[in-house]
């Protein structure tokens, strides 16, 4: 579950390039990528902190692509991300009643949970935060129902984010997108079919980012929350990739570990 390559898993570019998109965003702004990573008006050298932020979120992903520093640069950006996680985990308990909160809660960490997926597959092998990857990766699946939950919370605006001309219909999208999110959930949290389902997942999301919010780009393009939107759909559709990248090795490896225990038994 270690030594992992850019050539032959992919994930790593679309985490890495997510990172760097919202590190750019960050930069070129000087502002956080509201309303996704929350930190309130009125916060100390909030100017500051975002240009921190957007430094840190680009030198993370940079390091990423370099393999000596990727392991580096998969830790900074899971502690980059638990800290806009738990920003968010303090405004859900002023109000737990209210799922819009959670919902940014386990998006954020979804995002961590991709960084903690890449830190394990590049530890050392055999190492006990190695052997912890799949069980870290299964966890994304409880993020995945809180990806549905939202679409279920805010179902009866969720048509008019699909755009019209995709047949056969935004209220067909917006049921088969809900429905995927929860049968997604089930398949990575059970193990069963959970590479197809990330894969599946992956598609979903970068639909969602390509549709939804990268026409923004071009009907609002001096809007700040479309920049902010597109990075956070970006990160999260890499983050799903990363994720299933290291359910189909963890599938492998879990193949490999069945053959040659049967060879073991046929051959006594």
């Avoid at 930190?39 to 992903?61: K, N, S």
């Avoid at 990727?70 to 738990?86: D, M």
């Avoid at 599946?200 to 923004?216: D, E, H, N, S």
């Avoid at 609002?220 to 983050?239: D, K, Q, R, T, Y």
Wanted: hydrophobic share 55%; proline share 4%; with cysteine.
């Amino acid at each position: 579950m270690s030594n992992r390559t850019l050539a032959t898993h992919p994930g790593f570019y679309a985490y890495a390039a997510g990172a760097i998109a919202l590190g750019l965003i960050g930069l070129a702004s000087g502002d956080f990528a509201t309303n996704w990573q929350r930190v309130e008006p009125g916060i100390p050298g909030r100017t500051a902190l975002a240009y921190l932020a957007g430094l840190l979120e680009l030198a993370g992903g940079l390091a990423l692509l370099w393999p000596r520093a990727a392991r580096a640069g998969a830790a900074l950006l899971t502690a980059v991300f638990s800290v806009f996680t738990l920003l968010w985990v303090a405004k859900a308990l002023q109000d737990p009643r209210i799922y819009d909160s959670w919902g940014n809660v386990f998006e954020e960490l979804s995002l961590v949970i991709a960084g903690l997926v890449l830190s394990a597959s590049l530890a050392p092998r055999n190492s006990a935060f190695a052997l912890k990857e799949g069980l870290i990766a299964r966890s994304y699946g409880i993020c995945v129902i809180s990806f549905g939950v939202v679409h279920v919370v805010i179902f009866a605006a969720l048509p008019a984010y699909v755009p019209r001309w995709i047949p056969p219909g935004q209220m067909f999208w917006a049921i088969t997108t809900t429905v995927c999110f929860f049968l997604a959930a089930a398949a990575i949290l059970s193990g069963i079919l959970a590479t197809l389902a990330t894969r599946l997942l992956t598609i979903m999301i970068a639909g969602f980012w390509l549709f939804v919010w990268t026409p923004r780009l071009f009907t609002l393009p001096h809007e700040h929350f479309s920049w902010s939107a597109n990075g956070i759909a970006f990160a999260m559709a890499g983050a799903c990739w990363a994720v299933s990248n290291s359910t189909a090795e963890t599938a492998k490896l879990k193949a490999s570990a069945r053959e040659a225990n049967l060879a073991m038994s046929t051959s006594v």
